[in-house]
């Protein structure tokens, strides 16, 4: 009994350290987000007054993201792949490539918010992904199965007492 409760607290702890390594790389993802976005506004914030619409766009995504990563209602109905936040993208990286530079300054905050726009979409997917992944809940039932099974069996093989025992 004592090497199957072992095993059990093992396999307890693999499961809790899965779900920690889970929640962290998520979190890493989003600050990650975050600051891909903050910094396109920041340079396109520098381009110019020509990025205004690319700016407003981002903006609105901004707004949509934190809304699906965080919702109100119930944080149960977290949707990383919202068919209108990828539809705002599209349209700020449709907004970036409408852009003429001038010279060969705004060239290169152009590229750098071109390299910016893609990498917010890498991390999108990269979330929707890891969101996918985590414990299978086949696991989980079993695991909970197995340790039902091995507290009944402790409580099924413990010496009887006696009512004289229980004062």
Known sequence: MAVVATFSALVLGLLISNANTSFSALGGEVTSLSAQILRLDQILRR??????????????YAELKTADLFPD?????????????????????????????????????????????AKIGDTRWLLAQQVRQGTPKAFLALLVFWLTLLFASFGLFAPRLSPQTWL
């Open 73 to 117: 209602d119930h944080p149960a109905h977290v949707d990383l792949v919202a068919p209108s936040t990828y539809k705002l993208l599209q349209q700020l990286e449709d907004s970036l490539l409408a852009l003429k530079p001038a010279n060969g300054r705004d060239q290169w905050w152009l590229g750098q918010a071109m390299t910016l726009a």
């Open 47 to 60: 381009y110019g007054p020509e990025a205004d619409p690319a700016r407003e766009t981002l903006r609105q």
